[in-house]
């Protein structure tokens, strides 16, 4: 097994894609089983502490679905989804897209972002998944296209007027959504669509989230264009 002189500095999951790379080696070369047990013996003789950064990146293949057992004790061998993990890009693009929630993700929100997420390309996922918020008001209130961003949110959730306002609550609750939704757009949409914006994983998804609780709530409306 060949591993960088500072694999007991690398976190686990950077580690990993070393190991993947000899299980998928074994898988190309030979019978296509690998034997974990093997390679931590001799690793423990030579070193213990890089014995327990390979045991930590292996824990984190199993964790994560990318290495599955055989039958026999110690055998190992890549999964469907490890086997398309190639390159250091693949695997931080692994990572990253399993930071997303998707089971809580408004589908129409993971159509448009997840695989930008997955790229690291975190202002255009935000930027995707409010502009699917935009089109999805607009068609939900009746709006033409001359109604954009916050415009368009305060006309279609307008305390009074507004043909997606919910006139059950109280219109101090209405106008709050409606400062929500504008806002929201204003500072999400508009942001990354007219400049850079350094956003980070977690908070990329912290947004992403955000985004999804806004498009159920549109969802919630009777659609004027029905």
Known sequence: ???????????????????????????????????????????????????????????????????????????????????????????????????????????????????????????TAVFAAFREIEISVRTAAGLDGTHLGEKLMRTAFNAETGPLCDKSVQISEREALCHLFAGAIGRYRNSTGHRRVNLGAEETVEILMLASHLMRIVDSRPSVSA
């Open 1 to 123: 097994m060949q591993l960088p002189d500072d694999a007991i500095d690398l976190a686990p999951e950077d580690l990993a894609l070393f190991l993947l790379e000899d299980v998928l080696r074994a898988r190309s070369n030979g019978p296509g089983w690998f034997n974990y047990v093997n390679v931590a013996r001799g690793l423990e003789q030579q070193s213990p502490e890089r014995a327990i950064a390979v045991a930590e990146a292996w824990a984190w293949l199993i964790r994560e679905g990318l290495v599955v057992p055989a039958p026999d004790t110690g055998w190992y061998r890549a999964s469907r989804r490890g086997a398309t993990i190639k390159t250091r890009d693949d695997m931080q693009a692994f990572v990253r897209a399993r930071l997303l929630p998707r089971a809580q993700m408004h589908a129409a929100i993971l159509t448009a972002s997840s695989a930008l997420f997955a790229k690291g390309q975190y202002d």
